[in-house]
DNA sequence: CTGTATCCTGTAGGATACTG
DNA sequence: CAGTATCCTACAGGATACAG
């Protein structure tokens, strides 16, 4: 007998490849770091100064999940001391075109609004 | 003199587009709106059963700020029992694309990895 | 049918300190 | 430099009851 607690996670719609699809972008920073990487390869501490209030724990956390996705590939240099270099794979490359799209129609939309789009949000 | 707790918000970064933009699509069911609307107007009804799990104060809460937006457009019919639709504004149908691209390297990503995908989300 | 109003809680993610 | 480990809390969002 499963006993489900009150206010917990609702189970999971049978099927719904959309949900699980946007899960690749989700989390905070998740589209963040995708963006930031799509003119090349960038290292841990560039991108924690190009996410500016990110933290270590959750720059690593994204990076780790969005890896094991295959979206992005990690890459250590044994330099000293240490870098790792962090890049798009091919498919990771793809989703900067999807974002690009909600980038441009965020911008029309605020457009139509004359100003007053950021405080709608 | 401005007080900051401990936990709390960051203070938003100085420029950032792309955050802003993808702030149109944040919050639980807002994609899974979206995408229920794209062949056509849909009434409240129909979206909750759409959308399994969904609380009535949730989908009250996003169609509210997807209208003020400009992505959805709500109509009210004066019926007995009222009935109102909700259906995409043309800016909201092109959002309908970029999710599309999302789903379509979803399901690349899942076959790349011969099955794991869900699991590595 | 289409919502509001309360109340409550799990969890995402920040702060901080520490390691190889 | 590139992370881990803990600890802690604000807030998103579910449950429930009610209204026009």
Known sequence: MIKRRKNSVPPPPPDCPLRKCMELLSGAWTPDIIWYLRDGERR???????LPGVSAKMLTTRLKRLERLGVILRSPKPTSPPTVWYG??????????????????????????????????
């Open 88 to 121: 798009l794979t091919p498919l990771g490359l793809e989703l900067v075109g999807a974002l690009s799209v909600v980038v441009d129609i965020g911008h029309r939309l605020k457009q139509s609004h004359e100003g007053s789009f950021e405080t709608r949000l």
């Open 44 to 50: 841990f501490n560039e991108l924690q100064t190009d």
